[in-house]
């Protein structure tokens, strides 16, 4: 049993499903309704005080058979063993509808990263590489960023994985590290972008533009701020926020202003005063009233779960763009699809991350390096490529964008299943 059970089976029988509308062989679902390889490690740390600390440590490996596993590490306090196995399950979908020559893995650290001090979190992180160094490599199994990681923590990543390894500098073992460190330009902004491109998809699919349509952003880390940064941009105003800042006011976890919320200035707010909440300029409003928001597009860009089917009933948005991964439950979005509401699933929304964390692991691979100006126009030609595919098989098979990205997807790892002779 264990914890996230739900999220697991939600994922093994959303594979089941698109398995059996495409009538494959039974041995696809058998042999991808379970991850190649679970590795669970404690990391025994020595915390500034003089004490120690052990911390719980995942990295799954759903499956190597379309290429090296690829998904990111997250820290915290609720990872556990089947969120990282349904991530990976997840990071598989997306590489494979992607076409990428990747498979996908997902990793999670159990902690939450603001209770240590940078030394305990750099001593942790470089544990974890410690723990499954066997396992790791740009021909196996390449971590990224995920919640609460970021560059910085790849840098570490890379740092002892080169150490370990006889100082062989194989930076296609991570992606999303630094600039300096083979990182890619574009990486950053990746995840956001998409998402943002997505939803600018979705309108102009229906004959509309983005030109003063109303959003709701819920998480306003790495995904959330560029993909408002960028909706932004095509015309789009942000009008609520809802964040989990440690520092936010009491009583308050989201903010709204019917004049639009400035992005930059919400960026800088809470670099220096540690919330985005603190921004005076508009109404303070709780996490319930977020989510009633009146507004034409709501983003949950933070953790799975979020809109359930106590929040759904309430939503107003027409049109949802999962930033985060698995932010609505089934039962949520039954009801919020029975409403009319378009939900752009996270393994088509939130693509663009690993997308271009495979632009990343090409350059390192070839030591040729690409402008910011072309990461961002492969970005936009790959993914709208795959939205066209995705909306036409929706149309076409009368299912919704989850479904059709799946069968998209298992098409491809059917084929790679077959031909390595696996059925
Ligand atoms: N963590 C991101 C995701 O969930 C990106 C993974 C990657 O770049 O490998 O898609």
Not at 64 to 88: C, D, M, Q
Not at 191 to 218: D, I, P, W
Request: contains cysteine; proline residues 3%; aromatic residues 8%.
């Amino acid at each position: 049993m264990g914890e996230n059970l739900e999220i697991l089976q939600s994922v093994q029988s959303q594979y089941k499903e698109a398995a059996s509308d495409l009538g494959l062989d039974p041995a696809v679902y058998e042999i991808l309704k379970d991850v190649e390889r679970l590795i669970e490690v404690s990391l025994p740390i020595k915390m500034d005080d003089g004490s120690t600390k052990v911390f719980k440590a995942y990295r799954s490996a759903h499956s190597s058979i379309l290429g090296p596993s690829k998904g990111g590490v997250r820290f915290n306090e609720n990872v556990n063993a089947n969120e990282v196995k349904a991530l990976s399950m997840m990071m598989t979908i997306k590489s494979a509808l992607l076409s990428l020559p990747l498979g996908g893995g997902k990793g999670g650290l159990k902690v939450d990263p603001e209770s240590l001090s940078d030394r305990e979190l750099e001593s942790l992180a470089r544990a974890y590489v410690r723990a499954i160094n066997n396992y790791l490599g740009s021909d196996i199994d390449v971590p990224a960023p995920d919640v609460n990681t970021n560059p910085k923590i790849m840098g570490y990543f890379i740092d002892e994985y080169i150490a370990l390894n006889g100082g062989k500098v194989d930076f296609g073992t991570f992606t999303g590290k630094p600039i300096s460190l083979g990182g890619s330009l574009g990486r950053s902004a990746a995840t956001g972008y998409g998402l943002a491109l997505s939803v600018k998809y979705a309108y102009e699919q229906r004959g509309e533009s983005l030109e003063a349509k109303t959003f709701a952003l819920q998480g306003f880390g790495n995904v959330g701020y560029f993909a408002a940064k960028y909706l932004c941009e095509f015309g789009a105003i942000l009008v609520g926020l809802n964040a989990r800042d440690k520092e936010a006011p009491s009583g308050s976890s989201a903010i709204y202003s019917t004049k639009g919320l400035d992005v930059e200035e919400l960026q800088a707010i809470r670099e220096n005063e540690g919330s985005a909440l603190n921004y005076a300029k508009a109404e303070k409003i709780t996490n319930e009233e977020f989510f009633a928001l009146d507004v034409d597009i709501l983003l949950p860009c933070a953790l799975e779960n979020a809109i359930d089917e106590k929040i759904a009933p309430s939503i107003k948005a027409r049109v949802i763009g999962e930033g985060a991964n698995g932010p609505t439950t089934d039962k949520a979005a039954e009801l919020l699809e029975d409403k009319g509401v378009l939900i752009i699933p996270d393994i088509l929304a939130n693509s663009g991350g690993v997308l271009v964390s495979y632009y990343e692991w090409v350059q390192n691979r070839t030591g040729s390096y690409l402008t910011l100006e072309e990461v961002q126009e492969k970005q936009r030609d790959q993914m709208t490529r795959v939205f066209e595919e995705v909306f036409a098989i929706a149309r076409d098979k009368n299912v919704n964008l989850r479904r059709a990205s799946f069968m998209k997807a298992l098409e491809r790892l059917s084929d790679g299943l077959k031909y390595r002779g696996r059925f």
